[in-house]
């Protein structure tokens, strides 16, 4: 006896690499990891098809969104291509790629939250295709959020952004300047490109000229690949089929299901609207 509602979640979740880090400073590497992941079978998988995935930093249910940012779906003969022209190679057929001295291996970081859990031990095993060994480390939030992540000392992260506003501004993730203890840009990354991009975009009012440089950083962030994009959730609750009149839009956080409450019904009578007026009932009249 149930209806149930489905809807996307303001909210982005996705794997930070820590540039810094010698191993992800090549965009061959970065690229290769993102062709070698399938994300949709991420999601159907370990999400139970709870997601929709992820193409670009600004979320698609966005204005600001570029329907025409390029896609990194999943093609693995592109993954070990770019991986072979950058010079890595199974020489000693342990399974991993080498160069030279240097192991293409890295830890890939979350807390210890189960579905978290699975995700990265899911995308360790997708990246072990290619040649990549990403080995699963989880730990407790108050390492993970507090030390880990805000000190930068990690390789690669599984984290999660939830109830992202609606102004689309990406500059607190991206932007160099918040690339330190007290920022949110935990992939250090730097780019002048990036950073003149999103100033631009702060000081103009003009939503045409917003969304021009916001497209010009979607592309940039697709061409550089500075982290691995995975996938915006999606929040489904259910009601009761005798409840008519539900609305559902995009979420920023769960509570938003009931902005439309006041118009929702149980019960109907039709009327004159003579009648309705008389009861002060002509906007349910209408």
């Given amino acids: ?21 010698a191993i992800f ?81 890295f830890i890939l970081l979350t807390n210890d939250d189960p579905v978290r859990t699975q995700l990265i031990q899911a995308i360790s095993g997708q990246l072990g295709e290619v040649g990549i060994r990403a080995v699963p480390q989880a730990v407790s939030w108050e390492e993970f959020a507090g030390q880990r992540l805000r000190l930068r000392q990690f390789d690669a992260a599984l984290i999660g952004w939830q109830e992202l506003p609606a102004d689309p501004d990406p500059y607190p993730y991206w932007h160099s300047s918040q690339a330190n203890e007290n920022g949110a840009n935990y992939a250090n990354y730097i780019s002048e490109q990036a950073d003149q991009l999103l100033q631009e975009a702060r000081l ?53 299901r009931f902005r439309t409450l006041c118009s929702w019904t149980m019960a109907t009578q039709r009327m004159l609207y003579s009648e309705a007026r008389q009861k002060g009932l002509v906007d349910a009249a209408r």
């Avoid at 193409?55 to 940012?69: E, K, M, Q």
């Avoid at 089929?241 to 979420?251: E, H, M, T």
Wanted: charged share 20%.
């Fill in 204 to 256: 103009t009012n003009d939503v045409t000229q917003r969304t021009q440089y916001y497209s010009a950083f979607q592309q940039l962030f697709a061409q550089e690949v500075p982290s691995l994009l995975l996938y915006q959730p999606v929040y489904n609750y259910a009601v009761d089929k005798g409840v008519r009149s539900v609305q559902v839009g995009p979420l920023t956080r769960s509570g938003d």
């Fill in 25 to 105: 400073q090549e965009r061959a590497v970065r690229a290769a990891m993102l062709w070698a992941l399938d994300r949709q079978a991420l999601i159907d998988e370990v999400l139970g098809g709870q997601g929709i995935v992820a193409h670009s930093p600004i979320l698609s249910t966005s204005w600001a969104y570029d329907s025409g940012v390029p896609h990194y779906d999943r093609d693995l003969t592109k993954a070990r291509q770019a991986l072979e022209t950058a010079g890595w190679f199974d020489d000693n057929g342990d399974g991993v790629r080498e160069r030279g001295h240097q192991i293409l291996e």
């Fill in 1 to 21: 006896d149930l209806q149930l509602y489905s809807s996307t979640l303001s909210g982005l979740n996705l794997v930070v690499l820590n540039l810094d880090k």
